[in-house]
């Protein structure tokens, strides 16, 4: 073998690239103005499949660039501007690919290759324009910001630079000219508070607002009022006016002090990728563009090669495509047909639920309680939230009416009659669902599913006094149940395989990501919070204050574990940690503390009225106040917590609970907000150790979710 063909290329080892082209067509501009060439990214595809860029893109996008730049040169064109396929511009970097790049110097070619390709675009001897058409995110904003000009549309639902989420940094430009385009503070939430508040995206108006785009059109003739609008800036008749950026170094070095407090409470230092973005941010402010461009090619060099961000590719493939494809899902054709949905409950849950079902579904909900006014207040409630979505104009009034009078309730359970899938959302005792369930069979079909929406307990035992077990299904969604993307599917010892897959099918159309877990106290998510609250509860108990128990777990989970038992509240907490403790004695933790505070009616630990979380003083003084006290500081108790959630995971597999460890982490990332730089759970625990230290062996095969060695 040659040192030729030793040495493969990034371009070479994307084998299953999918290409984006970069087609261009010459579009007269009106009075004679010359002449606009117009690419279209478009890799064949519908908007399902949104354009990426992998090195051959890279490369079909700067022979086009090059092509263009000798008809400029000719006087040929007097324009050159780029767009999506419909609804998408694109998303980015190919990172289906990244697998394949086995080395930094790979690394270093991929990222100077997308450099060298903007920068053509850039520096086009014409003025350039980018029409952001659809979604755009990560490599593809960066496209636009190497525009003159930039176009939005007020339709487009996401623009994004979503790198430190995954553990990447916007590496093609984004951390160099967008803080040179919209100033400092403005750059720091796109690039570093967006992406470490899950993920959040903005919208075409508000990208528009921060200045990402120096006009906002109407989605339904978008493209020909941007070549309009083009020919406006190209005849002088339209300015373009945007703010000086203000380059003060102390309110500069301030912002990026500030952001990484942020990136310190969120990650606990845990992560590599805020802080490298922070950097070349900071760097930004007097950097020329070669320098900023070099210096994100090393920095995205590093990190294609680091654990955080294989970690998160995994997890970013687990959302993307496990989720779509559950483990254990009985075939789909076995499902029966959903015309109608009967919901036991009218409180907060039930009515949460009846918009979902009422929204996804389309299909008759009916409420019931045991009042006529709890019936009212949830019909009530489920048509107030459908007002607010018309207000927001996500429904017309058609849609709106429609849908208000697919809901209504009623105290006599007689409506289910002819439900297909009734769920119950009722207190959290067996007793009371058994009785809720044994009065419904009595009015539904045999063939109508019955779904409870318990957290904990038993499915078997549930169903165990019906003439039909084997349609009792558990439908566990996490809340806000508009928000969760989660949902636990369990079948119980009888449930049949129709049973299931009408569940799952269920599941799918109303969007969320459904996971197989077996009938086990607790099931997936819940055991797993309730072992690391539980544990977390213990350090505390035994004499380490509060906010070293919380602090220690940033960067572990999405927020502090005494945070998050005020979000759940107090008392759903205690229950789900005594029926474990039940379940499972010798690990769970039942804290006296929690008891007392749950006892006094407390909603939580913490005051989150000015917006942080301020330990309720009544609160302190219920904490429990041992003896002889035992303190650890923080790396002790994140290795102990760790230590004890391998633990659970291990036997949680053991068992059955889930099909697989990715099961446990895709779980962990939608139901619980587990980053997704660590991989969710289980990558987290194998590059730190703490697996095969306490289990004996890793989670995932070397490879799956870390970089090569």
């Known amino acids: 073998m040659t040192a030729t063909t030793e040495k493969a290329t990034a371009a070479t080892d994307f084998a299953t690239e999918v290409v984006t082209r970069t087609p261009a067509h010459d579009i007269a501009l009106p009075d004679n103005a010359g002449t606009l060439a117009l690419i279209t990214l478009d890799n064949g595809f519908d908007h399902t499949k949104p354009n990426t860029f992998g090195p051959q893109s890279i490369a079909d996008l700067t022979a086009t660039i090059a092509a263009l730049r000798q008809r400029a040169e000719a006087g040929e064109i007097v324009a050159v501007a780029v767009t999506g396929k419909p609804f998408i511009f694109a998303v980015g970097a190919d990172l289906t690919g990244v697998p394949f790049i086995g080395s930094r110097d790979q690394a270093l070619e991929v990222a100077r290759a997308g450099h060298a390709a903007y920068a053509a675009f850039s520096d086009l001897p014409v003025p350039t324009f980018a029409f952001v058409n659809g979604a755009a995110m990560g490599g593809g904003v960066e496209l636009a910001l190497s525009a003159t000009y930039r176009t939005m549309s007020a339709g487009v639902p996401a623009v994004a630079l979503p790198e430190v989420f995954l ?5 093609w430009g984004g951390c160099w000219r967008l803080p040179n385009l919209v100033g400092v503070e403005k750059a720091i939430t796109v690039v570093v508070e967006n992406p470490l508040s899950q993920n959040r995206m903005l919208k075409g108006t508000q990208a528009y607002e921060l200045g990402m785009a120096d006009v906002l059109l109407e989605p339904a003739d978008f493209l020909e009022e941007s070549v309009a609008w083009a020919a406006r800036v190209l005849s002088g008749e339209a300015a373009v006016e945007r703010p000086d950026v203000d380059r003060d170094e102390t309110a500069w070095d301030a912002a990026i002090g500030r952001a990484r407090k942020l990136a310190d409470v969120k990650t606990g230092r845990q992560a590599r990728s805020p802080y490298a973005a922070l950097d070349l941010l900071a760097a930004a402010r007097t950097a020329t563009r070669e320098e900023g461009f070099a210096a994100e090619d ?12 294989r970690a998160g590719l995994y997890a970013f493939d687990l959302v993307q495509k496990r989720a779509k494809r559950p483990a254990g899902a009985p075939d789909k054709a076995l499902a029966r047909k959903v015309t109608k949905v009967g919901i036991v409950g009218a409180g907060l849950m039930a009515s949460q639920l009846a918009l979902l079902f009422i929204q996804r579904l389309q299909v008759p909900v009916v409420l019931t309680d045991i009042d006529d006014e709890r019936v009212a207040k949830g019909v009530s409630y489920v048509h107030a939230e459908l007002d607010k979505l018309a207000g927001k104009g996500r429904l017309n009034a058609d849609k709106l009416n429609r849908y208000k009078a697919l809901v209504t309730g009623s105290t006599s359970k007689d409506g289910f009659a002819d439900a297909d899938f009734v769920i119950e959302a009722v207190f959290e005792e067996m007793s009371v669902k058994q009785q809720v369930f044994a009065e419904v069979e009595a009015v539904v079909s045999p063939e109508c599913v019955l779904a409870t929406n318990t957290s904990s307990l038993s499915i078997a035992e549930m169903a165990s006094k019906l003439e039909h077990p084997e349609r009792v299904v558990g439908f566990h969604f996490f809340n806000p149940v508009a928000v969760m993307p989660l949902l636990e599917v369990i079948p119980g010892e009888r449930t049949e395989d129709a049973t299931l897959a009408t569940a799952f099918a269920v599941g799918k159309a109303l969007k969320k990501t459904c996971i197989r877990a077996a009938d086990r106290p607790s099931f997936i998510v819940n055991r797993l919070l309730g072992r690391f609250m539980g544990e977390a509860a213990k350090i505390l108990d ?23 038992i005020g979000l759940v509240g107090p008392a759903i907490a205690l229950h789900n940690g005594e029926t474990l403790v039940r379940a499972f004695p010798d690990r769970f933790y039942a804290s006296p503390t929690l008891q007392r505070i749950v006892a006094a009616g407390k909603r939580g630990f913490y005051d989150l009225g000015s917006g942080r979380p301020v330990l309720d003083p009544e609160v302190a003084e219920l904490i429990e106040k041992p003896a002889e006290p035992v303190v650890l500081d923080l790396a002790q108790v994140r290795q102990r917590v760790l230590t004890v959630l391998a633990d659970e995971a291990r036997r949680m597999l053991d068992e059955g609970v889930a099909q697989a460890p990715m099961d446990l982490d895709l779980a962990m990332i939608t139901g619980a907000g587990f980053q997704f730089w660590n991989g969710g759970i289980t990558p987290l625990l194998d590059r730190t150790g703490v697996a095969e230290a306490v289990t004996g062996s890793r989670f995932l095969p070397v490879g799956v979710a870390n970089a090569p060695a």
């Open 167 to 171: 553990g990447l940094v916007p590496g």
């Open 298 to 309: 090393e920095v995205l060099a590093d990190l294609l090669m680091s654990d955080e961000l």
């Open 542 to 564: 035994e004499g380490t204050p509060i906010e070293v128990v919380d602090r220690a777990f940033a960067g572990l989970a999405p927020m502090p574990p005494f945070v998050l």
